[in-house]
């Protein structure tokens, strides 16, 4: 088996169609590659009818909505390509970008990890990947000082008249790896239930030596609107573990002054930043968005609160949680 394609789902069923659509239509002569599909628990019902409607792909049951970093290791274990390839199910793939990555890795072995460039379903290019955090590149109003501060240095670093760029980061959305690589990192960290896992995941591949690259010579659309925004209250529930992850990560790549540094300011900026539309929230209770502020607000203390008691950072939704 030449590729393995892992995707994780949580109800996420009408993008995951269109993704699956885009994977099964590709004409596999030139190389063998399988899909492999994992479900977080949707416990909706749609998994035996998505199975019935693709039937050449392989769904795997987690046995509960264990997050993102859990689902890639569990699809991982199950492949049986060389190379590896993470996608979000609201991507749109094409034949020229695999197997044009595919062929990059091949002949540039420095290359560890890649990605290629991503659209939206407007046309309008993203930005999927970034450097690594540090005490002014962690958070909003340190990081862009410091990107306007070094413009100049950034803008020739990631040019997009670059055929490859070397980013610190990709996003997690698109990632292909040779398997055998995948192995030597120990697989992803399931301290992380929802975001920065790709970060650190990049994070263990740069700590070995290996290099993460993009292509901008291939791209793929990425159809944002997941289950992390699904209503209010997941919504108020993802960005919340957003700012979870970012503690998890500095618990995780500092110590000392610096650490208490990045916790301090993530802290301040998660209570502060967001308590003005928490407070509005109360007589405007009616008002979806406002309504999510107030729930995030809550989580966000609820969160503090278990830190101090359970003595760790991670979400009390991570996988490895029970173990700290």
């Known amino acids: 088996m030449d590729l393995s394609i892992v995707i994780v789902n949580y109800r996420g069923w009408k993008h995951l169609g269109f993704c699956l659509d885009s994977l099964v239509s590709i004409d596999k002569k030139a190389r063998s590659m399988e899909i492999i599909v994992v479900d977080n628990d949707s416990g909706d019902g749609q998994l035996s009818v998505f199975?019935?409607?693709f039937q050449d792909v392989h769904f795997i049951s987690n046995k509960g909505n264990l997050?993102?970093?859990?689902?890639?290791?569990?699809?991982?274990?199950?492949?049986?390509?060389?190379?590896?390839?993470?996608?979000?199910?609201?991507?749109?793939?094409?034949?020229?970008?695999?197997f044009g990555m595919m062929e990059i890795l091949s002949t540039t072995p420095d290359i560890v990890l890649l990605s290629c460039r991503q659209q939206n379903n407007a046309g309008k290019e993203e930005h999927p990947y970034n450097l690594f955090p540090d005490l002014f590149t962690l958070n909003g109003p340190p990081r862009s000082i410091y990107k306007a501060i070094h413009k100049k240095e950034l803008d020739e670093r990631h040019s997009r008249e670059k055929d490859l760029i070397y980013p610190d980061w990709v996003s997690g959305s698109v990632m292909m790896t040779r398997k055998e690589n995948f192995l030597k990192t120990?697989?992803?960290?399931?301290?992380?239930?929802?975001?920065?896992e790709d970060v650190e995941f990049c994070r263990q591949i740069s700590n070995l030596g290996g290099r993460i690259a993009l292509s901008n010579r291939y791209s793929m659309i990425?159809?944002?609107?997941?289950?992390?925004?699904?209503?209010?209250?997941?919504?108020?529930l993802a960005k919340a573990e957003v700012r979870i992850s970012k503690h998890v990560y500095v618990s995780h790549q500092f110590n000392g002054v610096k650490a208490f540094l990045l916790h301090l300011f993530t802290i301040l900026g998660s209570v502060f930043g967001k308590l003005i539309p928490a407070l509005f929230s109360i007589p405007f209770f009616f008002n979806r968005k406002l309504r999510s502020y107030g729930r995030l607000y809550v989580r966000l203390w609820a969160y503090y609160f278990g830190v101090i008691k359970n003595g760790t950072w991670l979400s009390p939704r991570a996988p490895n949680f029970q173990n700290k």
Do not use: M, V
């Open 186 to 196: 120990g697989g992803w960290n399931e301290d992380y239930w929802l975001y920065y």
């Open 67 to 98: 997050g993102f970093a859990s689902a890639c290791n569990l699809g991982a274990a199950r492949s049986k390509g060389e190379y590896l390839l993470f996608l979000n199910p609201d991507i749109i793939a094409n034949a020229e970008a695999i």
């Open 222 to 236: 990425h159809n944002h609107g997941g289950a992390t925004r699904i209503n209010p209250k997941t919504a108020a």
């Open 51 to 53: 199975e019935k409607q």
